[in-house]
């Protein structure tokens, strides 16, 4: 069995940072992809960052510049530093991790429970 768990959302203001992370942990062979999605409410969830096993990153257009991805493939963590926040950042950040098991023949994504992210104006 494979768990996402995410830390580090909360409440700040408008220009403030947060960091989020999140740790992999069970039964894993090698992990591909690992990312962070947002949900904001009443809307789909769609990607925000992610980052390949040798540290490709990709970011949405409305975080370039200001949110940062990284991962460290020896403890199975990834994280994301969030700055110059502002309000269309609201909402509730999930980790992805694109794992590898030891009893599985194939890849296969599995989700955190997700994380809130609030950014006062």
């Known amino acids: 069995q494979v768990q996402l768990v995410e830390s580090g959302g909360g409440l700040v203001q408008a220009g403030g940072s947060l960091r989020l992370s999140c740790t992999v942990s069970g039964s894993v062979s090698r992990i591909n992809d690992m990312g962070w999605y947002g949900q904001a409410p009443g809307k789909q969830r769609k990607l925000v960052a992610r980052i390949s096993h040798d540290g490709g990153a990709d970011y949405a257009e409305t975080v370039k510049g200001r949110f940062t991805i990284s991962r460290d493939n020896a403890k199975n963590t990834v994280d994301l530093q969030m700055d110059s926040l502002n309000s269309e950042d609201t909402a509730v950040y999930y980790c992805?991790?694109?794992?590898?098991?030891?009893?599985?023949?194939?890849?296969?994504?599995?989700w955190g429970q997700g994380t809130q992210v609030t950014v006062s104006s």
């Open positions: 992805m991790a694109d794992v590898l098991t030891p009893a599985s023949i194939g890849w296969r994504a599995y």
